[in-house]
């Protein structure tokens, strides 16, 4: 599992990718419910789709060889429906899923996604399908996402994507990321901080 979060200004990602087929896969499959009671998220990668996984023994996408060290996840329509809960992204992110294409996503998952730096670019269904059985064909390639041109491509062929302006922006210039943001400027924090009278004995400020 890949531990190096999303940081900052996310223009590019390089990885393989797997895909995971079906229409409303929906949160509480991605976490099921009983894992909502982690004191912290860091143990929820190894529960990523933990039922199915189980029914499946073995045979699900995110327990095959081939896909472990992969980054890219290609799913269809509706991917990330139901519940709102953030520890759907969260436990897909410490799995190591750094970027996820579909056909469409619920709009509570995509903004979640946003807010932890994963992308999530939609497609057309035939250019869904297409992008799934070149992936499939050979798991072993190399695809290389590209936020300014708005596509993926391996050493042969490229798929265009789509992303509203909005989470565009943010993830171009970094915006997406508060934490990040606030860490930058400590100083200013700082000196608000230093100058708020009720946080300081109420302490006039000359």
Wanted: net charge negative.
């Amino acid at each position: 599992m890949n531990q190096k979060f999303p940081k900052g200004e996310i223009k590019s990602i390089q990885g393989h990718s797997f895909t995971l087929k079906g229409d409303d896969i929906d949160t509480d499959r991605i976490i099921p419910a009983r894992f909502l009671k982690c004191v912290s998220f860091s143990a929820l990668g190894e529960q990523v789709f933990a039922d199915d996984r189980k029914e499946l023994k073995g045979n699900h996408p995110f327990d095959l060889d081939q896909n472990k060290g992969a980054n890219i996840l290609v799913v269809n329509d509706n991917f990330g429906c139901g519940s709102s809960r953030e520890h759907a992204p969260q436990a897909l992110m410490r799995w190591g899923i750094r970027l996820i294409i579909g056909e469409s996503f619920a709009e509570i998952f995509f903004g979640n996604c946003l807010a932890l730096g994963i992308p999530c670019l939609t497609a057309a269904k035939e250019e869904i399908v297409n992008l799934q059985n070149l992936v499939e064909k050979n798991n072993n390639q190399i695809w290389d996402f590209n936020l300014k041109n708005l596509s993926i491509s391996n050493q042969k062929e490229t798929v265009k994507l789509f992303l509203d302006e909005g989470p565009y922006n943010m993830l171009f210039s970094g915006k997406w990321d508060a934490t990040s943001q606030l860490l930058d400027e400590e100083e200013k924090i700082n000196k608000t901080f230093n100058n708020l009278p009720y946080l300081n004995n109420f302490k006039q400020k000359i």
